[in-house]
């Protein structure tokens, strides 16, 4: 790990120790502007740190573990489109959505038409759920593979509506957005055609490792408190700790932890400079499903292993249960990815 | 030369050769076939890769073939994965358990008799197994007495692999019985063909007998065949155990990816190829076969890199049997009744053969041997996640 990433990876360690689990947006945001999280992946050329998707992984994975409120993911999407744009002035967009200015994404695919036959603008209809903080967002990152583009939309104009989704994971904060008719300057068209195909992928990809790593890091959390939790709680005059029985569904977690992990430090080994590709999106699709199952696998036991108190509201185990429930439909649920993984195998070997 | 071009090279090299000399369709001609068609077959590929170097990458410079980096291993593992060679089944206790202890534990005599007779082909098992220490090595009972500049070994050793045609054993015995279990060890190298050796091929659930157990009845050994000094066989064990550390899973899980095509052709024979649920359990296999892969791969980059950490090798081997179980499990369901129809089965195949019921059977191998799935699950609670050892004073009547 290089020397950058090693002190930017500490300050979010740092940050979300100090601020608790589940820390609000309005605590951890401003610190995330303030420390440069957001420029971690940023090109060196359009002043960021330069530390690819490798670098948003370790931080995702830290953000992970602290369960944090912020659009974090959305943001580092939008910046990337941004980065692989051919804009003139993507410095002055970057430079805002560094700075403070709040950019968010959907994070499943969204539902959308987008009529490009005007010549100054396009109109878009449909809708996007999973969007995170759109409230506080200026601009919503969309694309449509089957209408191949990828823009950028302002939140505040006629036609486009949020509606607060009240899911049982609080800390994601998602909306659902309509779109009625938007009419959006042609200007803010990222990428269209062949060139917007390649963009969609690479922004999936993205997606899929970042949500990797958010798992990765908040099972590996959950397992430390839950072994904590076995070490410190004693019944029959020992702690639970010592009972083969409880030790061993903690090392089938740390098991399932160390495949996922393994599996999506693997791919950014492989294909960080390679995120356009079909077959990079599939293996992010692996790293994010084994990321998603081990993390439900950790959560369910956990609650289990925890017994009373991880029914109690007051305890945090709930919270890594609903993140973890959340997860598993983020991006392509896992159900879908199973048939996915198979299709395209299959697709494979027919060739 | 940048070391990109070297390994290319050496990819290249190897899957050439690889190419030429494996055996065209083993599979076929070791399906049915008695032992003995085997172990002739097992010599003469021995033989090829021996000559070729290919058998013997992990060994020091100065051996031939040897002197090879573990980046440079992994990539021979890759291809002979990838060329679907047969397993050196039969040698592998002697290229890597036998090898690797002489040369960290063994004395210049011991190397200079040993090795040179290893590479020319003889056979070795291992005796550490006992009926009545498995996961509990350590209370092993077989006895070495020392007389004069001899040991006489009584006892017994069991599931030792091929110990029917091994030439020399691996042996672990006790040499005192007061003190703590691990501290009476000794590490000997015993003669199969010495007076009172009596091997009985243990006959397995799957037909095969890859196993067997071994007798000794007043065996002499000669003091001279002692690896390291009396008292300290358990600490040559471990360096016996750590020597293919890896690298054998590394091949493995490998050979698992190349073999997904094999449940493409199961879905197909057996009519589910377009069964949603199938394909369901079908991605999930394929994602657990993924990251076995990559955990072994990960875990040799460690070695390499030197940040092997206690507990590393654990999760591997209990992530690898987890994902061979599913992999075959979903082989026998997907074959469904035909696969129940006994078929005879091919020897010295890899863990995946297509011969769903069997291969189900023989992935217990990977959860039960070199350490079973619940020590491999003791060493990640205790040693990774600092969780307490398991209390020792429990004795019968107490309980």
């Not at chain 1, 029959?236 to 160390?258: E, S, W």
């Not at chain 2, 073939?65 to 440079?72: D, H, I, T, V």
């Not at chain 2, 004069?148 to 692999?161: F, H, L, V």
């Not at chain 2, 040799?300 to 987890?322: F, P, T």
Request: charged content about 25%; aromatic content about 8%; hydrophobic content about 40%.
């Amino acid at each position: 790990m290089s020397e950058y990433l090693q002190e930017i990876r500490d300050s979010v360690r740092q940050v979300v120790a100090d601020s608790g689990l589940a820390a609000g947006h309005e605590t951890v945001w401003p610190l995330a502007v303030e420390l440069g999280w957001l420029l971690t992946s940023v090109p060196e050329e359009l002043g960021g740190l330069d530390l690819g998707v490798a670098g948003t992984s370790e931080l995702c994975q830290e953000l992970g573990r602290g369960l944090t409120e912020i659009p974090f993911i959305p943001a580092v999407l939008a910046l990337e489109a941004l980065s692989h744009c051919q804009w003139s002035d993507r410095a002055s967009w970057i430079e805002r959505f560094t700075t403070g200015e709040l950019v968010s994404a959907p994070l499943v695919e969204a539902d959308l038409s987008i009529d490009r036959s005007g010549v100054d603008q396009v109109l878009v209809s449909g809708s996007a759920t999973a969007v995170q903080s759109a409230e506080e967002a200026s601009h919503l990152l969309l694309w449509d593979s089957s209408s191949e583009c990828v823009l950028l939309i302002p939140m505040q104009q006629p036609g486009l509506e949020f509606i607060k989704q009240s899911t049982w994971d609080e800390a994601r904060r998602l909306y659902d957005v309509i779109f009625n008719e938007v009419a959006v300057d042609s200007s803010l068209v990222l990428a269209t055609d062949e060139v917007a195909g390649k963009l969609i992928a690479r922004l999936r990809t993205l997606r899929n490792f970042s949500l990797a790593a958010d798992a990765i890091g908040a099972s590996s959390a959950l397992l430390e408190l839950t072994v904590e939790h076995l070490q410190t709680r004693e019944q029959f005059g020992r702690p639970l700790a010592l009972f083969q029985a409880l030790k061993h569904r903690c090392a089938d977690m740390k098991t399932v932890i160390a495949g996922a992990e393994a599996m999506l430090q693997d791919c950014l080994r492989k294909f960080a400079s390679q995120l356009g590709e079909d077959v990079v999106e599939l293996k992010s699709k692996t790293a994010k499903y084994l990321a998603s199952t081990a993390f439900l696998q950790v959560a369910e036991e956990a609650l289990q292993l925890h017994g009373g108190i991880g029914m109690a509201d007051e305890h945090p185990c709930h919270l890594f249960l609903k993140r973890s429930l959340l997860s598993e439909h983020l991006a392509t649920s896992d159900m879908t990815c199973e048939v996915d993984l198979a299709t395209s195998f299959l697709v494979g070997t027919e060739g | 030369m940048s070391s990109d071009t070297t390994t290319r090279q050496l990819r290249e090299e190897v899957r050439a050769w690889l190419a030429e000399n494996v055996p065209a369709d083993w599979r076929r001609s070791m399906t049915g076939v008695e032992q003995e068609a085997f172990v002739a077959a097992q010599r003469e590929w021995f033989g090829k890769l021996a000559q070729a170097g290919y058998a013997t990458p992990h060994w020091p410079q100065g051996w031939p073939g040897g002197g090879r980096s573990l980046a440079e291993q992994k990539i021979i593992y890759e291809e002979v994965a990838r060329a679907d060679a047969p397993r050196l089944i039969l040698y592998f206790v002697a290229l890597y358990h036998a090898a690797c202890t002489l040369m960290e534990c063994g004395t210049p005599q011991q190397q200079d008799k040993y090795l040179p007779a290893i590479l020319s082909g003889e056979i070795w098992c291992q005796g550490f197994s006992e009926p009545n220490a498995g996961s509990d090595l350590a209370s092993l009972k077989t006895r070495a007495e020392r007389r004069g500049d001899k040991y006489i070994i009584n006892g017994q050793k069991t599931w030792s692999t091929m110990a029917q045609y091994a030439d020399r054993c691996l042996l672990l015995a006790r040499t005192d019985r007061s003190g703590p279990p691990q501290a009476g060890l000794t590490y000997l190298l015993l003669d199969m063909r010495a007076k009172g050796v009596t091997v009985r091929p243990i006959s397995q659930i799957t037909g095969d007998d890859e196993f067997a157990e071994i007798f000794f009845d007043d065996v002499e050994v000669p003091i001279e065949d002692r690896v390291g000094e009396e008292g300290q066989g358990w600490a040559v064990a471990q360096a016996t155990l750590a020597s293919e550390r890896g690298l054998t899973l590394v091949e493995l899980s490998q050979r698992m990816r190349y073999s997904l095509s094999m449940l493409a052709e199961a879905l197909k024979e057996n009519g589910c190829y377009d069964d949603p649920v199938a394909r369901r359990d079908l991605g999930v296999v394929i994602a657990k076969v993924d990251a076995a892969c990559a955990l072994a791969d990960q875990y040799l980059l460690k070695r390499i890199s030197g940040e092997e950490a206690v507990g590393d090798a654990s999760l591997v081997k209990l992530y690898y049997a987890h994902a061979l179980r599913e992999f075959t499990r979903l082989g026998r369901k997907i074959s469904g009744l035909r696969g129940q129809y006994a078929k005879t089965f091919v020897r010295g195949a890899t863990q995946e053969t297509g011969n769903w019921t069997l291969d189900f059977m023989n992935s217990y191998n990977w959860s039960i041997a070199g350490g079973s799935n619940e020590i491999q699950r003791n060493i990640v609670a205790e040693r990774m996640l600092g969780m307490p050892r398991e209390p020792k004073s429990w004795r019968w009547g107490e309980g």
